[in-house]
């Protein structure tokens, strides 16, 4: 079993900045695809970034393109979504994913997810 933790929501306002931090268990992190989603209430929770384990490949919704940057440090088993430009419609719960394609960890893991909130 992999374990998610996410850090680093909190109250901004736009314009602000904010890094979420997800900090993985597991021996084998630097094999995990990572992701962030988020759900606005009322929502479906939808798809914000993504890295692949291998070559480090990045993709963005349209919609945080060019304002949000995802990273990961393997060494510490993290991953990051720094956000900068914030908007009141970024506000929603954000949620770390990680896919694990083969391996005993096989599988995909959900965080509990950490509360963004931007002030018009």
């Known amino acids: 079993q992999v374990q998610l933790v996410e850090s680093g929501g909190g109250l901004g306002q736009a314009g602000d900045s904010l890094r979420l931090s997800c900090a993985a268990s597991g021996r084998t992190f630097s094999r995990y695809n990572m992701a962030w989603y988020r759900q606005a209430p009322g929502k479906e929770r939808e798809f914000v970034a993504s890295i692949s384990w291998s070559a480090g490949r990045t993709y963005y919704a349209d919609s945080v393109k060019g304002r949000f940057t995802i990273s990961r440090d393997n060494a510490k088993n993290t991953v990051y979504l720094q956000m900068n430009s914030l908007k009141p419609e970024d506000t929603a719960i954000y949620y770390c994913?990680?896919?694990?394609?083969?391996?005993?960890?096989?599988?995909?893991?959900w965080g509990q997810g950490t509360q963004v909130t931007v002030a018009s």
């Open positions: 994913n990680a896919r694990i394609n083969s391996g005993p960890d096989l599988g995909d893991y």
